[in-house]
């Protein structure tokens, strides 16, 4: 089915009555171009246009840019309305002349040229009462009921199916209304007459009903007059109707105004091209660098759009003193570079699109001296303005049969490559990706046909349903995997596959639990972790280091969905439950972790003391005493804790205090000696110590002194009995 859109018609309705007869006070000066004056010369005195004069020349540049962009299948009508005084009659003396109509062959400038210079100028001389554009307003409504040759030709090509050819129109209306209550009434003439039509239309064979109709007034007033009309955004005026007003000066600002009017109606954008080179009219030898805009379809920038990459430059030289914006039309254009031109038209470059382009000012000599070079052959390639890096060609201008073409060159990857590795994607060298996991979200959340009208209990389709689950399932999802932990151990799969869900029955919650409880017991244990240790020096975070990070990042998934139901509530509550260790567990870590600083230190003076040969045997001795010491008090604490298993059985040892350290010797220690004393040291710790030695004096005891005591002998330190 071919659909026309409202562009397909536009009808433009120029009023003709006496008032736009009245000067634009836009002077124009016509001595400007003479060098020197005689004496006894009166200058040339400025000039200034009429409102009918701007009127015509902006609709005629509207219309030269549609047929520039669109050669074909895209219609303009222009009306002009002129009332004559006739005897007792009010309206039935007017006359509506008729420009052009909607066949291909009267669209274009020179047919409308022909035409407006046969009609003349208003009178001013002429009655104003007697005027009025409704005439003209009618005559529009009247001609976008006629078909077109398109129109026509879908409706015979679709045979059974030829009511669905949409019939939708335009119109243009340049005047000088007085007020807005007479703008009012212009629009209610205009649905009244399009009622009127739609009726007849539906008994003709020759006419189509208009099934859209948009209405642009623009209220045209002299330079320095007050504006006695109000701007008004689109207004929906019924189902058919729908109505803008614009109020604008005469001059610059009609002109303007139009070119942003045809951008918004025909998918139009701007580019500049800066930087020309061009040579100097009077200093042959010289050139200096011009800028020359240009009007093409929108599309023509879409890989800027995708890409984000889109430089604008604002019109700012068109916003004049004392003016406001909605005079001076501002509007924004895509800024690209001349690039001297190296090849002919002979290469062949990749393009993705090519588009017709229109000149903003034809009559510019930048412009004029740019389409004659594009039309002698040559080709144009355009770059992005950058500040740095490499140039990238985007564009190229090139002429093809008489017309000039903006071609859109790739320069992005092109889809005849291979395709590209992951690496070279928006994360740049990140190569981690958790692309199995991926892969798995993906059937996890595959839509399949499903009637619309089958709802949940909650009244949700299910495509509602579709962008519920998405979204469940997207709240945390980490994309690399140096990023996360818990979606790396297999003991959380359960916890992380239920808790996205959007209700949780009471077996789930038991499966969380467990799932916490089996990390609590792991976390005892100090089993490791799958931390990544990717741009990190050394062996990466400690035990208790990773469990923290671990422990934080489970918590913050179920945080994530904790407001879908109560029973995702009892699993975090479940969590920070096992997180709150007793006392006795945070001393134990607390020593473990002071422990392992003293072992990292000790490792440290170990290897300083082979390389110099002079640590004394008694500092070792020392750090090997508090040690064990530690040891021995963490046992206990083991031991006293509800949660911790029973420790192991070990032979007894010795308390440290019965010990007496070696005699300090004086002078450097051998390694021998050193290696000695403590193997002997630790042998001494694995054994119950023989209790004469324990109370021997000198290494020496004495046997048998409970017989000596039974028969009153005293022992004397040498060991000598005397009476």
Same mark, same amino acid.
């Given at each position: ?592 972790? #002071?422990? !392992? ?5 000790? *490792?440290? @003076? &170990?290897? %300083?003391?082979? $390389?110099? =040969?002079?640590? +004394? ?82 290494? #020496?005891? !004495? ?5 000596? *005591?039974? @028969? &009153?002998? %005293?022992?004397? $330190?040498? =060991?000598?009995? +005397?009476?």
């Amino acid at each position: 089915m071919r659909i026309f859109s409202v562009s397909h018609k536009t009808a433009f309705v120029v009023d003709h009555c006496p008032y736009m007869a009245e000067p634009s006070r836009q002077l124009i000066e016509c001595d400007m171009l003479t060098k020197s004056r005689s004496q006894g010369v009166i200058p040339l005195a400025p000039v200034s246009k009429c409102l009918w004069t701007c009127a015509i020349e902006c609709s005629m540049e509207y219309c030269r840019i549609v047929y520039d962009v669109y050669p074909t299948k895209k219609l303009v009508s222009v009306w002009k309305l002129e009332l004559f005084i006739a005897v007792n009659y009010i309206v039935s003396d007017s006359e509506v002349h008729i420009l052009n109509s909607w066949k291909q062959e009267d669209q274009n400038t020179q047919q409308l040229m022909t035409a407006l210079a046969a009609v003349g100028p208003p009178n001013p001389r002429q009655d104003p009462e007697c005027c009025s554009v409704l005439h003209g307003l009618v005559a529009a409504v009247e001609s976008l009921c006629k078909i077109t040759e398109y129109q026509h030709e879908s409706r015979t090509t679709l045979m059974d199916t030829a009511d669905k050819v949409a019939n939708r129109g335009r119109i243009i209306c340049l005047t000088n209304a007085k007020s807005d209550t007479h703008v009012r009434m212009l629009e209610d003439c205009v649905l009244e007459t399009i009622q009127e039509q739609n009726k007849r239309a539906a008994g003709s064979d020759r006419l189509m009903p208009i099934q859209q109709c948009e209405l642009v007034l623009v209220h045209i007033y002299p330079q320095g007059d007050e504006t006695l009309v109000s701007d008004r955004q689109k207004k929906e005026l019924s189902s058919v109707l729908s109505s803008e007003v614009h109020s604008v000066r005469a001059g610059r600002y009609l002109a303007c105004k139009l070119n942003v009017l045809v951008q918004q109606h025909f998918d139009l954008a701007s580019t500049t091209i800066t930087n020309i080179p061009m040579k100097e009219e009077q200093h042959a030898n010289t050139s200096a660098n011009y800028d020359v805009e240009l009007l093409h379809h929108r599309d023509a920038h879409m890989e800027f759009i995708k890409s984000g990459d889109i430089w604008t430059l604002d019109h700012s030289d068109l916003h004049m003193a004392g003016s406001t914006s909605r005079d001076s039309g501002l509007k924004e254009t895509v800024t690209l570079k001349w690039c001297t031109p190296r090849t002919n038209s002979v290469e062949l470059h990749y393009c993705t699109g090519a588009y017709r382009i229109s000149p903003v000012d034809v009559n510019s000599r930048p412009s004029s001296c740019l389409t004659n070079f594009l039309l002698n052959g040559r080709s144009v390639l355009l770059e992005q303005p950058r500040k740095s890096g490499s140039k990238v060609i985007s564009h190229m201008l090139s002429s093809h049969g008489g017309e000039i073409f903006l071609h859109v060159l790739n320069s992005t990857r092109s889809t005849l490559e291979d395709p590209p590795s992951i690496s070279e994607g928006c994360g740049g060298r990140v190569t981690d990706y958790r692309i199995t996991d991926f892969g798995e979200f993906m059937r996890e959340n595959r839509l399949t046909p499903f009637p619309e009208s089958m709802v949940d209990a909650a009244c949700r389709t299910p495509v509602e349903r579709a962008k519920s689950q998405l979204e469940r399932h997207t709240r945390y999802w980490p994309m690399i995997i140096s990023q996360t932990t818990i979606f790396n151990m297999q003991a959380v799969v359960p916890l992380a596959n239920l808790i996205v869900k959007d209700t949780l029955t009471d077996e789930d919650v038991l499966t969380c639990q467990k799932t916490v409880y089996n990390l609590v017991d792991m976390e005892r244990k100090s089993d490791p972790l799958p931390i990544s240790t990717v741009g990190s020096r050394g062996k990466g975070p400690k035990r208790d280091e990773q469990y923290r990070i671990m422990w934080n990042e489970l918590e913050t998934l179920v945080k994530a969905h904790v407001g879908t139901s109560e029973r995702h509530q009892r699993v975090l509550d479940c969590i920070s439950a096992c997180r709150s260790k007793p006392p006795e567990e945070e001393e134990r870590k607390k020593r473990g972790r #002071k422990r !392992e600083d003293k072992e990292d230190k000790t *490792e440290k @003076n &170990g290897k %300083d003391t082979e $390389e110099k =040969g002079w640590t +004394t045997d008694s500092e070792r001795l020392k750090g090997v005493m508090e040690r064990e010491k530690d040891e021995q008090s963490e046992c206990e604490i083991i031991k006293d804790s509800p949660d911790s298993p029973e420790p192991l059985n070990k032979k007894p040892r010795l308390d440290t205090e019965e010990q007496q350290p070696p005699e300090k010797s004086k002078g450097p220690v051998s390694l021998l000696t050193l290696w000695t004393n403590r193997i002997t040291q630790a042998n001494s710790r694995k054994h119950q110590e023989f209790a004469g030695r324990l109370s021997s004096v000198n290494n #020496k005891a !004495e046997l048998y002194q409970h017989l000596k *005591e039974e @028969n &009153g002998m %005293d022992v004397h $330190e040498n =060991g000598k009995a +005397t009476r």
